[in-house]
């Protein structure tokens, strides 16, 4: 079971590489394997067709296509999918808006494929973008200036030109009124400006890091004409005037939608397009509960599926399709890219405040009985913020971490500067006595204390807490956890609610305790980390710093992350970093794979090797009719 499903992690869904309009999810790669050279590496004062965080482009100013994608591949063919990942305002289970760049409320996931950007990512490389609309980028010898030139071909879904005047309003649009994903990374932007039809320049104020670009040149351009006479804000069913491969084609509020292919699409030829975006139709059907969409796929009405429910996968795909062959379980390898899923602790709320209380609570989450019990032993437990990576902290701080902790050191928890913090081992058995009496001393110590079954506060207030979810299937995996906290005399209860009252919570902090998963990308940037555990973020409602952090450290260590003039400088940073942020306490982490697991009806192509640094199925695989044909679904 993971967490992919229950929210939208601040860098984990779009089109190329779903990390088109989010850069963290967009750039990820294993460390040891590119090259030690900063940004300042990429020359200023020159046209370039590709920028990269470190290290050299992987393709040439000529090149015809990326590697990873078939440009044999045909076009043709319904992907019916559930998604498992999404971003923005997005909901995976209703909708009631096609406004996906603001807060307000509930977007179908991957709307984002109707429109374009500056520059794109592509999923086998780490930390480089390519010239999408723009042709061209140009840097000031300050570096704070971007000038990009645009190509001739873009255009609207109307046959509009898009021009640079659409650039520069869609930054400054969404600098003021988009969603805190996008506003926030926007802060440092000072100005857009159009200089012609097909020259726009980015001016950023100085604050920013070297890297902030890595998040702004794939925000999505939006129709300046089209919005003349709309509210930006308001929430709406009209489908906006795109530029990319797909558009609304029809859709029922909350039932389904489906993107149409634009056949007349002006990059189709394009090398960052090669091979990519084949099915005619992508369509997405929402179900409230997870056990009516895999229901839907059994029947065949849906047709790709990943499966996050580790019971599932191993006793439920037992179906007729599967037995004839006709549906096909896969493994395919996770992407080579940080991660971290946990609970979030709102420490925005007294009761959590104490790092004692979040340290008790964690001692009762058995992960060695879930994993046997529920998960199949098919996840391995969670303790870094950085996991699959070098960025995770191990053993004890290094000299050169240490010569960064050590000026904090009046400001920092002395387990610091120790082994790094692990999550604790239980004896499997579902209520560790030991664990349990380690979790009572430590209630205790925070000011908790027993009046008669119950556990009270000074003012003898019961200590309630409340997991919010809206997935039924995590009332059974988060069953022993409440028997757990209910022994030591906690009104400890599961809320279960509605995607759209789910995603409002979300936004406005109005929970105790809510499981979320999230992907930075191999490069994370000091924009992307303040919006998850900067003090600034804390209380700026639908960002992404879920327990409410505000700790110095964390914002000194984030800010450092700016002044990194090679990976190794950067790896250094994120390891404190990671040291830091476990001896907060505002998460308890949980459990991850090293897998995709992928179930699909047998009427598919894809190429044999997955790219490392994505897994954009929509975009890069196709439909195959003789296949489809074999099992009665051409």
């Not at 308001?234 to 906006?240: G, I, N, R």
């Not at 397009?273 to 992508?282: K, R, S, T």
């Amino acid at each position: 079971m993971t967490m992919k499903h229950l929210a939208s992690s601040p860098v984990s869904i779009t089109r190329r590489q779903f990390g088109k309009l989010s850069a963290a999810a967009l750039l990820a790669g294993p460390i040891a394997s590119l090259p030690t050279v900063s940004l300042a590496a990429n020359p200023t004062g020159k046209p370039l067709h590709g920028l990269s965080a470190f290290g050299e482009l992987r393709y040439p100013a000529d090149y015809r296509n990326f590697d990873y994608a078939n440009t044999a591949a045909p076009k043709g063919g319904v992907f019916n999918f559930s998604v498992p990942n999404w971003a923005f305002n997005q909901n995976p289970q209703t909708f009631d808006t096609l406004n996906t760049f603001i807060l307000k409320g509930n977007a179908p996931p991957r709307m984002e494929v109707c429109f374009e950007s500056l520059m794109t990512g592509t999923p086998d490389e780490a930390s480089a973008l390519y010239c999408l609309v723009a042709e061209s980028v140009e840097i000031s010898a300050d570096r704070n200036t971007y000038t990009f030139r645009l190509r001739s071909e873009p255009r609207w879904h109307d046959g509009s030109a898009l021009t640079a005047e659409d650039v520069a309003f869609s930054y400054t649009l969404l600098k003021e009124q988009g969603h805190p994903s996008l506003s926030l990374a926007l802060k440092d932007l000072e100005s857009a400006q159009a200089l012609d039809k097909r020259t726009v320049v980015l001016k950023f104020n100085g604050k920013q890091s070297d890297r902030a670009f890595l998040t702004v040149v794939v925000m999505p351009i939006l129709s300046k004409a089209w919005y003349g006479n709309r509210e930006f804000g308001d929430t709406s069913l009209d489908a906006p005037l795109g530029s990319g491969p797909y558009k609304v084609k029809r859709f029922k509020a909350g039932n389904f939608i489906e993107y149409e292919r634009v056949t007349d699409w002006w990059a189709k030829d394009m090398p960052f397009a090669a091979g990519l975006y084949n099915f005619d139709v992508l369509r997405i059907e929402f179900y409230r509960e997870r056990q009516a969409a895999f229901e839907a796929f059994k029947k065949g009405d849906i047709t790709y599926r990943e499966e996050f429910t580790s019971k599932t996968w191993a006793t439920e795909y037992n179906f007729p399709a599967v037995r004839e062959g006709r549906v096909k379980q896969q493994l395919f390898q996770n992407e080579k890219l940080p991660s971290f899923q946990g609970w979030a602790i709102n420490q925005r709320r007294k009761k959590f405040a104490d790092k004692r209380t979040v340290k008790a609570i964690a001692n009762c989450f058995d992960f060695e009985w879930t994993n046997a019990n529920f998960f199949y032993e098919s996840y391995s437990r969670t303790h870094s913020f950085f996991v699959g990576s070098e960025f995770a902290a191990r053993a004890k701080p290094s000299p050169a971490e240490l010569a960064l902790l050590e000026p904090l050191r009046d400001k920092l928890d002395p387990s610091v500067f120790e082994e790094a913090q692990l999550q604790p081992i239980s004896d499997g058995s579902g209520r560790d006595r030991k664990r349990l009496r380690e979790a009572s001393r430590l209630f205790q110590e925070a000011g908790w204390k027993r009046d008669g079954r119950q556990l009270v506060d000074a003012e003898g207030k019961p200590f309630t807490i409340e997991f919010l979810i809206r997935s039924p299937t995590f009332e059974r995996i988060l069953g022993k956890f409440v028997a757990n906290l209910k022994a030591l005399g906690i009104e400890a209860t599961i809320r279960l609610v509605d995607p759209a009252q789910y995603r409002k919570r979300l936004d406005t902090y109005d929970f105790d305790i809510t499981g979320l998963a999230r992907s930075y990308g191999s490069t994370p940037t000091r924009e992307t980390l303040e919006q998850l555990f900067g003090s600034a973020y804390a209380t700026v409602e639908g960002n992404r710093n879920y327990p409410g952090l505000q700790n110095e450290a964390v914002d000194a260590l984030i800010a450092k992350i700016s002044t990194a003039t090679n990976r190794e400088e950067l790896t250094v940073i994120l390891n404190a970093l990671d040291r830091v942020l476990r001896s907060t306490h505002s998460w308890i982490p949980n459990w991850y794979s090293a897998n995709h697991r992928v179930a699909y009806w047998d009427m598919f192509g894809f190429p044999e090797k997955k790219p490392d640094f994505g897994f954009p199925v929509e975009s890069y695989w196709w439909f195959d009719e003789e296949k489809a044909k074999a099992i009665g679904k051409a």
